[in-house]
């Protein structure tokens, strides 16, 4: 398998790289800094698979075109979008990223002949509705990040979170109308990202809580998991808890978990067009 590994030196992406690679997947990192270059393939020494590097700017992806151009340099089976411009360059950029350079990636791959799965990163409290299973003060706490803490950053992933829902509500008309074939779409979104070890042990899916914290390798390991299997797509909510990683995909998988519920998927469907 080939995978496009967008936003290749975050600090996700760093921890998720040498799985994807221990799989004999090959990985395609894309960075925009050529420093980073040497760090990237040296997370490829002794793997199964191949580790290469492709220097270009999410800055300068301003159309489906501009995405198709790496799209076909690379030709993956998987897409991983871990990107972001991480609060540098203020809301523009972050929506420059975050937003307009993450649809024109989800837009490109859903169109791509070779893409059969695309995995994005985003963050547990985008959404618009308040779901069934989060207390009023979890919520609350999620509103204020979304609408006082990190506005602009939030409206971007909201905006390409709903954009690959309704790339996907489409989709499955085309596959049922027999004039497409299946494409496995993963929304992972965790909570808030900490640098300490991994735990192993996490709350997915529709998680028992809204606010808290995650680790990043632990982001990592749920998105290898998830990958690596046919049976795994929609929204899935992440933060550490109680539960070994490895059972906690499994029943996800076996309760169809998808933190999507209670939003309004027809009307994004009616938003986009679709």
Do not use: C
Not at 238 to 243: A, I, K, V
Not at 244 to 273: C, L, N, T, Y
């Amino acid at each position: 398998m080939q995978v496009l590994l967008l936003g290749g030196h975050g600090k996700v992406a760093l921890h998720l790289t040498p799985l994807l690679l221990a799989r004999s997947w090959n990985v395609t990192s894309v960075i925009r800094n050529p420093e980073h270059e040497n760090e990237i393939l040296a997370l490829g020494r002794g793997a199964k698979g191949k580790i290469n590097v492709l220097l270009s700017s999410l800055d300068d992806v301003k159309s489906d075109a501009d995405a198709k151009k790496v799209l076909d340099a690379v030709n993956p089976d998987y897409v991983v979008w871990s990107a972001g411009a991480g609060g540098k360059g203020g809301p523009s950029r972050t929506q420059a990223i975050d937003e307009v350079a993450a649809k024109h990636f989800l837009s490109a791959s859903f169109s791509h002949p070779r893409v059969t799965k695309y995995l994005l990163v985003s963050w547990i409290g985008s959404r618009r509705k308040q779901p069934s299973w989060l207390s009023n003060d979890d919520w609350a706490g999620l509103q204020n990040v979304f609408n006082n803490v990190l506005p602009a950053y939030s409206k971007a992933k909201l905006e390409a979170d709903e954009y690959m829902t309704a790339l996907v509500a489409q989709r499955k008309k085309l596959v049922a109308a027999g004039s497409a074939q299946p494409l496995q779409a993963i929304n992972l979104r965790p909570g808030t990202l900490v640098d300490t070890p991994a735990t192993h042990k996490v709350d997915l899916g529709r998680t028992q809580r809204g606010m808290g914290k995650v680790t990043r390798e632990d982001v990592a390991i749920v998105a290898d998991l998830l990958l690596a299997r046919d049976d795994t797509e929609g929204w899935y909510d992440l933060l550490n808890g109680d539960e070994e990683v490895e059972q906690a995909v499994e029943r996800v998988v076996r309760e169809k978990a998808d933190a999507v519920e209670g939003e309004d998927v027809e009307g994004i469907v009616k938003r986009f067009g679709f």
